[in-house]
């Protein structure tokens, strides 16, 4: 009986996953109520208060971007991650070998002459992860961490090394 005991009170308790406090501390249980807070949050975590951007010049000068730039950069880019929005994994990208490479250049500098970004490239998909501590602000990122997922000619290996 002991050894039970024993055993039920050494394993670690973990906090249950499906609700998160309200900016004012209430416990929110409902899908919809979470879901409205974590919207709530991301608006005021990622608005802008510096009004209208000025308006870029175009076409931008600048030296274009070169093939062994990218070449280099996919080759860079760590194997096994999850595809983002796109769909498309790092592995397909270097698959595609040079063809490949001179087609994203092509398709690379064509945006950075333009200044036009294919609204497909902007998109990232948000997910949260439970940590195993409880908040103390009542902020959702207190007691969850955020990870996104872009799509994969966005990636910098530079800037994101995990």
């Known amino acids: 009986m002991n050894q039970k005991i024993n055993d039920i009170a050494s394993k670690k308790r ?12 209430k416990i929110l249980m409902e899908t919809s109520d979470i879901l ?12 802008d208060e510096r009004g209208q951007q000025p308006e870029t010049q175009k ?6 971007i070169l093939k062994t730039e990218v070449e280099k950069t996919i ?3 760590k194997n096994g ?7 498309i994994p790092i592995e397909l990208l270097q698959a595609l070998g040079n063809w490949g490479i001179d087609q994203l250049t092509k398709l690379l500098n064509r945006i ?5 970004i294919p609204k497909d490239m902007l998109i990232s ?5 439970r940590k195993n501590r409880e908040p103390q602000n009542n902020q959702p990122q207190e007691s969850h961490t955020q990870t996104s997922f872009e799509n994969s000619t966005n990636k910098n290996p530079k800037q994101n090394q995990t």
């Open 81 to 87: 991650k999850a595809a983002g929005p796109d769909q």
């Open 36 to 47: 409205e807070r974590w919207l709530e949050y991301i608006q005021e975590l990622f608005y």
């Open 75 to 77: 080759n860079d880019m």
């Open 112 to 116: 950075y002459d333009t200044g036009n």
């Open 14 to 25: 973990r906090a249950q996953g499906g609700c998160i406090k309200s900016k004012d501390g």
């Open 59 to 64: 076409p931008i000068e600048g030296p274009p």
């Open 125 to 129: 998909t948000f997910i949260t992860l």
